[in-house]
């Protein structure tokens, strides 16, 4: 299936890890045809092994530092990328992390903060950041990660389960706000995956375990997540907006 | 993107007509590479129509009447399917009707009707995913695609028990997704918004009869009530379709992905 590619423009953040979705996903749309593929981390070294492993596929790339929770400094990662390849059709917004947990009254606010200003705001901040450039051109496409922790409450009382949930809202919100503008918003909420998120040292097993509650047996892996977001960003879901995919083998249906 | 659908049998049920979301999904699925798309229908003719198209493509298909709601004709249909093509990959449950309109008070309803939409969308789903289970159980390997609707959500439409009977579409995909996950069989379900098929006459522009001032203004009031400022086509829905049939989205199961430009979210 030809996913529509050529000549498109994707920026994604949180693409440092080697062993993320972000990664994962930049790799995917330089395979299926796009343009360039920006990526942007926080951390600048890793950004720049992911985008090489961008160019080594024959497309176009660039990294980029910015921290997403910096209004300014995601501002001019944006305007850099723009610079570079003249616009940007696609943003993947990858970036984030799980900071705490743990039973209510042990929390800290400042935590809550973090966790909330990196999930969400991060999130509002790029999509804010790229949106005057998806009006100018007249269409777009953005795909937020979402998370199955929204759904799951045997987890506890998670800030980064609630900040996930808000970009669900923030999802929906910005579909029919910005649908008479031509950009779609949609989001893919992952299941348990042996990605960074998992602290433990051999987080395999932790998926492993995990796994005895899913439905279908395993943990996510990094394409699974790939696979249903390149196929947001395409023009084949042209008339998909609003939408929250979980991609968590059964664990979440409702 | 190669969708893995090379070697792949498919079942398309509702596929007889020649503007609705089955034929459209079956060419897509031929076209996309799968090695056989059986079609079936209530209509014969039409469903022969259907897989003399896929034919043309290159892709094996025979046309096989039932009526979803017979179990008897369900279970004679699919075995037709096997004893042609040795096993079921992927079904998509396609077949489907409004028989009870929506907008109409519910003491005006007649409960005869209530039970013929619940059978024909519920009941016929149902049959024909329990006649094609156990094939994709031995398989270990099954994907079922159901044709949910955004009348679910769309509540402004009024007491619809054709939108009620597409809600326990819903439930029913998630249900079985939870159950059948471990056999290897994933069950996902398309929900679409209006569109210009025989669901949604309204809309076409060949509409069957001439339209009454109320239905012209009815189709200009769904024409501007969607975000993404036009209706859903076939090909939106059937590209949603194979792509839950397909590899691609093999970690996906017992979800609902409306395709309504914006309209449900």
Not at chain 2, 47 to 58: H, S, W
Request: net charge neutral; proline share 4%; charged share 20%.
């Amino acid at each position: 299936m030809d996913l529509g590619f050529k000549g498109k423009v994707a920026l994604l953040t949180g693409a440092g890890s080697q062993i993320g979705f972000g990664k994962a996903i930049a790799l995917l749309l330089a395979r299926e045809g796009c343009d360039a593929v920006a990526i942007t981390d926080i951390n600048l070294d890793y950004a720049k092994l992911t985008a090489e492993a961008v160019k080594a596929l024959g497309c176009k790339s660039l990294a980029v530092k910015a921290d997403v929770t910096d209004k300014d400094q995601v501002q001019g990662m944006v305007k850099k990328v723009v610079d570079e390849y003249g616009k940007i059709d696609i943003l993947v917004n990858v970036a984030g992390a799980i900071l705490g947990g743990g039973p209510l009254e042990e929390q800290k606010q400042d935590l809550w903060d973090r966790e909330i200003g990196l999930n969400l705001y991060g999130t509002m901040i790029t999509s804010q950041a790229v949106l005057p450039y998806m009006h100018k051109q007249g269409s777009g496409v953005i795909v937020n990660i979402g998370s199955g922790s929204t759904r799951m409450y045997s987890h506890g009382v998670s800030t980064y389960a609630m900040a996930k949930g808000a970009v669900d809202t923030f999802t929906k919100q910005m579909a029919i706000a910005e649908a008479k503008n031509n950009i779609r918003v949609n989001c893919v909420a992952p299941g348990p995956s042996p990605t960074n998120f998992i602290k433990a040292p051999n987080k395999q097993t932790v998926i492993d375990m995990l796994a005895k509650q899913i439905p279908m047996g395993r943990g996510a892996t990094p394409d699974d997540i790939a696979n249903a977001t390149v196929f947001f960003a395409s023009d084949v879901s042209g008339y998909v907006t609003g939408q929250v995919l979980h991609v968590s083998g059964g664990s979440v249906l409702d | 993107m190669d969708l893995g659908l090379k070697g792949k049998t498919a079942l398309v049920t509702g596929a007889g007509s020649q503007i609705g979301f089955g034929k459209a999904t079956a060419l897509l699925l031929a076209k996309e590479g799968c090695e056989a798309v059986a079609v079936t229908d209530v209509n014969l003719e039409d469903a022969e129509k259907t897989a003399g198209a896929i034919r043309k493509l290159g892709c094996k298909s025979i046309a096989v009447k039932a009526d979803i709601t017979s179990p008897a004709e369900v279970a004679s249909m699919v075995k037709k399917v096997i004893a042609e093509y040795g096993k079921i990959h992927i079904l998509c449950n396609v077949a489907g009707g409004i028989i009870h309109k929506d907008n109409i008070p519910i003491d005006e309803q007649d409960p005869a009707v209530w039970e013929k939409q619940l059978k024909l969308n519920l009941v016929g789903t149902m049959n024909v995913s329990r006649a094609v289970v156990p094939t994709m159980r031995a398989q270990k390997y099954g994907v079922i695609v159901n044709i949910g609707s955004g009348s679910t959500h769309q509540y402004a439409m009024g007491v619809g028990t054709y939108a009620m009977s597409k809600y326990a579409i819903d439930l029913f995909t998630k249900q079985l997704a939870f159950v059948e996950g471990k056999s290897g069989i994933r069950v996902n379900c398309v929900a679409p918004g209006p569109a210009p098929t025989n669901f949604g006459a309204i809309l076409r522009e060949d509409m069957p009869d001439p339209p009454t001032e109320e239905m012209k203004k009815m189709r200009a009031a769904m024409l501007g009530s969607f975000p993404l400022g036009r209706m859903g086509t076939a090909a939106d829905i059937a590209n949603a379709t194979v792509l839950l049939a397909s590899d691609v989205t093999s970690y996906i199961t017992g979800q609902v992905i409306h395709v309504s430009g914006g309209s449900v979210i």
